[in-house]
């Protein structure tokens, strides 16, 4: 109930292309879902966040698309650039709980 | 700003000996947490401080693990009679308050390396 599944593993997508990288939840008490960014040797940092009331939130190139019924939310990278390598987290909570549980986690490559 | 900043950044230790790893949240943030990510993994949750509030400590793996925060500010996290298994990287991040889906933001970590 409590895990978030994210997939795939590991992602390799050419420049300009579109990355998606996609999560799962089973506890329909969770109401926001964050996307964290980590390069390596440094620690996440919060990317982009959503809240069910809305099927998506987008900013600049990143997006993330929200299936309440389903329980999946995703991340989507638009024009997708070397900078982009990184690893992505996604994870959920309830607004009342400070815990965030977190998917293990998407090594994404963007080659030139 | 400053960030949350943790020390050291690397840490190189032998079997058996304890290591006491650091970490200086944002200032005014009162939530703490200390998260454990292994080579390629993700992030496991050990223990998480709140305030003046009794830790949780849920997340700890075993006894040799402990963690304090003193005046509401800087906290140790130390691992007593280290094991192989312990190395890993140990994040620590800190949010203005916990829950009301409050941002963590998260220090760059100590990578602890086991001999």
């Known amino acids: 109930q409590q895990q978030v599944k994210q997939s795939p593993q590991s992602l390799i997508v050419q420049k300009g292309g579109i990355s998606i990288i996609n999560c799962a939840y089973e506890?329909?008490?969770?109401?926001?879902f964050p996307w964290y960014q980590q390069f390596p040797g440094k620690g996440p940092a919060l990317l982009i966040a959503?809240?069910?009331d809305v099927s998506e939130k987008k900013e600049g190139r990143f997006t993330i698309s929200f299936n309440k019924s389903a329980k999946q939310f995703s991340l989507h990278i638009m024009d997708s650039q070397p900078g982009d390598s990184a690893t992505y987290f996604c994870?959920?909570?309830?607004?009342?709980?400070?815990?965030?549980?977190w998917g293990a986690g998407t090594k994404l490559i963007i080659k030139p | 700003g400053a960030g949350v900043s943790q020390s050291p950044s690397n840490k190189v230790t032998e079997k058996g000996k304890d290591v006491e790893l650091r970490c200086d949240p944002i200032s005014g943030h009162t939530a703490l947490y200390w998260y454990r990510q292994s080579l390629g993994q993700g992030l496991e949750f050990l223990i998480y401080f709140q305030g003046n509030s009794a830790p949780d400590k849920s997340g700890l793996p075993s006894d040799r693990f402990s963690a304090e925060r003193t005046g509401g500010s800087v906290s140790t996290l130390t691992i007593q009679r280290t094991q192989q298994e312990d190395s890993a990287v140990y994040l620590c991040a800190s949010s203005p308050r916990g829950g009301d889906n409050q941002p963590q933001h998260f220090g760059d970590g100590t990578r602890l390396s086991i001999l």
């Open positions: 959503i809240r069910p």
């Open positions: 506890n329909t008490a969770f109401d926001y």
């Open positions: 994870a959920a909570s309830r607004t009342s709980n400070y815990q965030l549980i």
